[in-house]
């Protein structure tokens, strides 16, 4: 509370400025309103008053001026002593709390920034070091694709090797042909006796022709026309056949699910023929013997499904490096153990369609014969009826067995050659690592440059937060200002106005900051 020189009576409390929000204190809705972004501690505190605020802080130390000097509170002596004037060290305070509180901020965004740097840092460095790891896997990849392109031309070398041995046969086997059936005619020529003709010595006799009236010489008959050699008697010049790989197709044959899909089919196929064949050994009409069947019927179609397949995966994989090379022995005894439990089971399936009906309306005799007199019919099979021989049925059975298998079988044997699958999986890893790869460098270039940036933003950091203090100093400076000119012009005593007046000239009216902060 201030006292005048007058010796007044104390008046009341005169009301305070609108207070800036202070750390671990809301905002009430007469303060004014702030702008800017939340701080880095989280606190949404912003420290630079908005426009509309600075012109409140502005009127509201304008209106202090006015008030006070309305009431005399002000003298010539009080503006003009040594003293300062007590509601400047009310803006004073107001002003150095919010500079420490800009200043916290700053340190607080400061170690935020430098937390974040580092980070940057270490995961430029971890990109770096995972760059290096993905070149050297890109190069061990590029070296298995050669590797595998070597072998794979070594294949189509074989098998142009084995069409040029193919042509060169067939070729000969066609001229013995030719010659056999249209024989050469005789390319014996009279000897050239016409003057000129150098290939006829010089004789008597020679001479006596050509003096004959009644010789006549005849050209010589051409030479036959060279037949040009086949492709495969060329030498190695690497003209004519292929002596390399022609290249990676865009898909495989035929894809996995596709493989699964047919297999899975089979087995609808071969089920009911294994159920029909199993019935008459565990019965008709009980649920266990239904069980029984089943599980038999389902392992057996499993069983002879499988196992031609597993023997065509085997002998395709056979060219594979660490293969064992003498696996066609298994395979093959296996698809002979197939090919013997098809015969078997189509026998079986075959002997039950073929089992006898009898003719329940005839009278049988006691020796299991029906009394033809009484109008019966003798005991028929199916076969008969449908007038098929038993051996026909027969193979039906078995010929359907061994076709769905064989289905297995060409199933196994048509998946992709082990070097051309080792191909496609390296071209296929080498375009992934690719893409690691970029995206590897763009992220180490991206933490790179926010390592590099990290002084230049401390800098502008540092410039920021003096800014802002500086706005804080010369928004409360203003404010200081704005008191005395309230008390200019509200003031009845002309004393007072030119001692506000001479005030105000002075910059700053308000005291400075013990100790500065920081940034």
């Avoid at 599980?295 to 002998?315: F, K, R």
């Amino acid at each position: 509370m201030s006292t005048t020189t007058t010796s007044e009576p104390p008046r009341p409390r005169r009301r305070r400025l609108p207070a800036l929000p202070s750390a671990g204190r809301r905002s009430r809705g007469s303060a004014p309103r702030f702008r800017g972004a939340p701080s880095p501690t989280g606190t949404g505190r912003p420290l630079v008053l908005d426009e509309r605020a600075e012109q409140k802080l502005l009127e509201a130390s304008r209106r202090r001026g006015r008030e006070a000097a309305g009431h005399g509170a002000l003298d010539p002596l009080v503006l003009q002593g040594d003293d300062r004037v007590p509601h400047f060290a009310e803006l004073a305070s107001v002003r150095d709390r919010v500079i420490r509180e800009i200043a916290e901020e700053a340190h607080h965004a400061e170690e935020q920034a430098r937390f974040d740097d580092a980070h940057a840092q270490a995961e430029a460095e971890r990109l770096r070091r995972e760059t290096e790891l993905i070149d050297r896997r890109l190069a061990e990849t590029q070296e298995q694709i050669a590797a595998t392109t070597r072998q794979l031309d070594l294949l189509a070398m074989r098998a142009s090797r084995w069409s040029r041995f193919r042509d060169s046969v067939r070729t000969r086997l066609e001229e013995r042909w030719i010659r056999a059936r249209f024989p050469a005619p005789s390319t014996q020529v009279p000897t050239p006796r016409g003057p000129g003709d150098g290939a006829a010595p010089d004789t008597g006799e020679a001479r006596q022709a050509n003096t004959d009236p009644d010789w006549v010489t005849l050209q010589g008959a051409p030479e036959p026309p060279r037949r040009s050699e086949p492709p495969g008697n060329t030498p190695d010049t690497g003209t004519g056949l292929a002596r390399a790989w022609e290249g990676l197709h865009k898909r495989p044959g035929i894809p996995g699910w596709m493989t699964w899909a047919l297999l899975g089919v089979i087995l609808a196929v071969e089920v009911p023929i294994y159920w029909v064949a199993y019935q008459p050994f565990h019965g008709i009409g009980s649920i266990s013997a239904d069980a029984q069947t089943g599980m038999l019927a389902v392992s057996s179609a499993i069983l002879m499904v499988l196992l031609p397949h597993l023997a065509g995966h085997v002998l395709r994989r056979r060219p594979e490096t660490g293969a064992v090379r003498q696996a066609w022995v298994p395979a093959f005894l296996l698809l002979a153990v197939w090919a013997a439990l098809a015969c078997l089971l189509g026998t079986v399936r075959a002997g039950y369609v073929m089992q006898t009906e009898e003719d329940t309306g005839a009278p049988r005799t006691p020796e299991g014969f029906t009394d033809p007199a009484a109008g019966g019919a003798a005991s028929t099979s199916l076969i008969d009826r449908l007038d098929l021989a038993p051996q026909t049925v027969t193979w039906l059975f078995v010929a359907l067995l061994l076709l769905s298998g064989g289905i297995g079988f060409l199933l196994g044997l048509c998946r992709e050659h082990p070097h051309l699958n080792a191909y496609r999986t390296a071209v296929e890893r080498r375009a992934e690592l690719l893409r690691e790869r970029e995206l590897s460098v763009v992220e180490a270039e991206l933490a790179q440059s926010t390592a590099d940036t990290a002084e230049a933003r401390r800098e502008e950091r540092r410039a920021a937060a003096e800014d802002r203090a500086r706005a804080a100093r010369d928004l409360y400076e203003a404010a200081a200002h704005a008191y005395l000119d309230g008390v200019s012009l509200e003031a009845a005593d002309p004393a007072v106005t030119e001692a506000a007046m001479r005030l105000s000239g002075k910059w700053p009216l308000l005291p400075a900051t013990r100790q500065g902060p920081a940034f």
